[in-house]
């Protein structure tokens, strides 16, 4: 395998295009920004992701998301780094992913400035898991973790966590 090759890191970019951010489920780590840097060197694969929040529990899922499906791609033992400086800022989503969460029903951030999410995250819609109703009510701030919030869906009634922004 030669290092660097461009088909290579395609395709493990192909691969990485299958991995969902937990918080919005329609958004690929590659439509958010999140990663930023694939290198494979010696046939170990690296990847170089920055947290949209440090601290978020999503952060880890996302990182064993990462390895897992290098690994179903017969990728062996690939290494998920987390970089944090420069920090990421929703200027780094792509223009599809910001289409993609305008279809899902969150309004997109801003082009120009980072915003805060609590502003651009109040008034979003959040679709049940289990029937997809978008007849959804919060029941609590804080779900299962502070990154989480408590939904009701009121057509099957089950309750779910949302991961939320902070
Ligand atoms: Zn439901």
């Known amino acids: 395998m030669v290092s660097h090759s461009p088909y290579e890191t395609s395709k493990i970019r192909d691969i990485l295009s299958q991995v969902m951010d937990p918080e919005i489920p329609v958004l690929s ?20 992701i920055t947290p949209t929040y440090s601290g978020c529990p999503a952060m880890e899922m996302i990182a064993a998301n990462i390895r897992m499906e290098l690994m179903a791609g017969g990728y062996s033992n690939p ?3 987390q970089q944090l400086d420069p920090a990421w800022t929703t200027d780094w989503m ?20 980072h915003k805060s999410c609590t502003d651009l995250f109040a008034e ?12 959804t009510g919060r029941i609590s701030e804080f779900g299962s973790t502070a990154c989480k919030s408590l939904y009701k869906c009121e057509d099957c009634l089950e309750p779910f966590d949302y991961f939320k922004c902070h």
């Open 29 to 48: 780590i590659i439509d958010l920004g999140v990663l930023r840097e694939i290198r494979v060197e010696n046939s170990q694969v690296h990847v170089v």
């Open 79 to 81: 290494e998920v780094v």
């Open 124 to 135: 979003e819609s959040v679709q049940c898991p289990h029937c997809n109703s978008w007849h």
């Open 94 to 113: 792509t223009e599809s992913g910001k289409a993609k969460l305008k279809e899902y029903g969150i309004a997109p951030p801003p082009a120009a400035h």
